[in-house]
């Protein structure tokens, strides 16, 4: 029981956590005090550390919007981001009953004519600022994954292929997202028209920029694993005489998985990276339009707000990386006993 | 018609030019319906190569390979190959990895059908209880049980044996032998076995047949086992016909070496020094630099 707990802390990226279970069980405590003291209180202390320089340095740096905050004035301004989350939810709220009354009244006058409701033109609060990122990082990571992985693993098949889309792969990799997001927001001001958008165009191009930036470490990825799939196992598909979609399924692709699932996890990496700089250019309304408001506007509390969209980024992105890293373990199968 | 043929079958890799291997050269045999063959030889001489050539996983540079009257052209499940370093595939579970055979083989069958079947092999070889489990789980011994089950699961009209044992430790090796014995006599079937032990050869051949030491090797003069069957191990330990041609077997072997000292039997019998590969470690480097 405990020890799979543990294991599976560990699997999930809670290893740390390791010690003060064993603890709390009883197990060993006089070896377990060391390994908490290392893995919990030592990284405390250096975000402690951290803070403290910190504060000590920030009011010192004057700008000509006053002087930089500390962390006391960021961890303030994140409360404030908060309260006007709730507000917003409330004249949200309000604003929907409202809505609801005057269809109700206007359905009493006018019962053979149609009711259309007045949308919410409040602006997007900063909760819903990281959910458009979220799901637009999501979204280029979906179309990333669906192009990279099957052109991987052809490129990992056959070495034709791979030889052919090489110098493609090289010459693309290194591109910029700054350098895309024009060429992709012309065409697709050009080529999506629809009478009736699913999408915005700014949520569009945002995607786009962010799939075409971070399918390189998956499709690479993919190409190694696929490629160096153990030479046995392919020929016991041999002697089987698999067809190519049960050799791809049952061999190629599990054999390869821990492969594209490293790869996955870079893309990812990379897709919440580039994104932030799209979402500033193509005015998505994410975080990274967050930033360009805040900068435009410029008031006194503006270094706080964009530093604590700065701390955002950076607990949302290690939160995916876990978050990839658990499926990651999950997917790589053990081929030692134990 | 013979079931397995070689005329004048020789193999080498490389470019042509002084840095080409002749791996095998002017290999003549032919195998008999239900018969069972051992080739025997030392490590590195060619014995997989030739066990390949007649899987179809590799095609001859001079002569023809014929099974069943046809040249070999390409892999087919006809031939059940049971590979040296077992070749299970690690995602699937025992179960799993005699289905696969059994899925892929087997089309006309309806899926009860095909269960049975599975189920059936193995329990043939013994692994009822570690249906549900996966290779990682199981021990040297058990895996090659699950890589034979595999083989035999879609009914091969041969069955080809790459030193099936030859990774194991003594003891698995004797109650393996025992069970390969066991199956031959009750399913007959056709099988070539490579193997390295002059033992292994004696107690479960018809004939045995040494390949002499690469490059450029071929096969030496048979030796016909006529021992009666079951051979139990124990027994031929006194049995006067079987130390004789043990003696005689080993002779020629270490003949083809040149060695000294052909009288002390252990030092002869050549073990290999092979490990099953163990593909897991490449995972693990991969992931320890992202971590």
């Not at chain 2, 049980?145 to 430790?169: G, N, Q, Y």
């Amino acid at each position: 029981m405990l020890n799979r707990i543990i294991h599976t802390l560990e699997k999930i990226g809670f290893g740390w956590l390791t010690p003060v279970i064993r603890l709390c069980a009883g197990q060993a405590p006089k070896e377990q005090l060391p390994l908490i003291a290392k893995g919990i209180l030592v990284p405390i202390l250096s975000v402690v550390l951290f803070c403290l320089v910190w504060a000590a340095a920030a009011p010192k740096v004057q700008t000509n919007i006053g002087t930089v905050p500390g962390p006391g004035e960021v961890f303030s301004q994140a409360g404030q981001l908060w309260e006007d989350h709730k507000e917003h939810r409330e004249r949200r709220a309000q604003h929907a009953e409202r809505q609801a009354e005057l269809q109700v009244r206007f359905e009493e006058r006018f019962p053979d004519r149609e009711w259309t409701p007045r949308p919410f033109t409040g602006s997007p609060s900063y909760m819903d600022q990281i959910v458009v990122s979220l799901k637009t990082v999501f979204a280029g990571f979906l179309i990333a994954s669906f192009v990279a992985i099957p052109i991987g693993i052809l490129c990992g098949m056959s070495s034709t292929v791979y030889a052919g889309l090489n110098p493609i792969i090289q010459i693309l990799k290194p591109v910029s997202p700054l350098a895309w997001l024009p060429i992709v927001m012309i065409l697709v001001a050009a080529l999506y028209n629809p009478a009736n958008p699913m999408f915005e165009r700014a949520f569009l191009s945002s995607a786009i920029v962010v799939a075409l930036c971070s399918l390189w470490p998956t499709l690479i990825n993919t190409a190694i694993g696929v490629s160096s799939v153990d030479k046995d196992h392919l020929n016991v598909a041999k002697v089987l005489k698999l067809g190519p979609a049960t050799r791809i399924w049952k061999i190629i692709l599990p054999s390869s998985l821990p492969y594209i699932f490293t790869g996955l996890r870079l893309s990812l990496g990379v897709g919440w990276m580039v994104l932030i700089a799209a979402e500033m250019l193509a005015q998505n309304p994410g975080l990274g339009k967050f930033i360009w408001d805040m900068y435009q506007s410029s008031s006194s509390s503006t270094l706080a707000y964009i530093m604590v969209a700065v701390i955002t980024i950076g607990i949302i992105g290690f939160a995916l990386d876990r978050l990839m890293l658990t499926l990651q373990n999950l997917v790589s199968f053990e081929e030692k006993p134990g | 018609m013979k079931a397995i043929e070689f005329q004048n079958v020789s193999k080498g890799f490389g470019p042509e030019g002084p840095n080409r291997e002749e791996v095998l050269k002017d290999i003549n045999l032919s195998v008999e319906e239900g018969e069972f063959v051992a080739i025997i030889g030392y490590s590195g001489s060619g014995k997989s190569t030739l066990i390949n050539l007649i899987a179809g996983l590799q095609k001859p540079d001079v002569g023809s390979v014929l099974f069943r009257g046809q040249p070999v052209r390409d892999c087919d499940p006809e031939r059940g190959l049971v590979f040296q370093n077992y070749s299970l595939l690690p995602w699937l579970t025992v179960y799993g990895n005699v289905a696969l055979a059994v899925n892929s083989v087997c089309k006309e069958l309806s899926p009860k059908e095909r269960d049975e079947r599975i189920r059936h092999y193995i329990e043939m070889v013994n692994l009822s209880p570690a249906i549900d489990k996966r290779p990682a789980e199981l021990s040297g011994g058990m895996r090659q049980r699950v890589s034979v089950a595999r083989a035999l699961a879609t009914d091969p009209k041969i069955l080809l044996l790459d030193e099936p044992l030859s990774a194991l430790d003594a003891l698995t090796r004797g109650v393996l032998q025992n069970e390969i014995a066991q199956i031959w006599e009750r399913e007959r079937k056709t099988v070539l076995l490579i193997t390295n032990s002059v033992d292994e050869g004696l107690l479960l051949a018809d004939r045995v047949i040494p390949l002499t030491l690469g490059p450029g090797a071929t096969l030496g003069p048979e030796f016909v086992v006529d021992l009666p069957r079951p051979r139990r191990r124990a027994d031929m330990n006194h049995n006067p016909e079987y130390i004789r041609m043990r003696t005689e077997i080993t002779a020629y072997l270490s003949d083809l070496r040149g060695d000294a000292g052909a009288q002390d039997d252990d030092k002869l019998i050549p073990f290999p020094n092979l490990q099953p590969l163990d593909p897991s470690e490449r995972s693990a480097h991969v992931f320890s630099w992202v971590r």
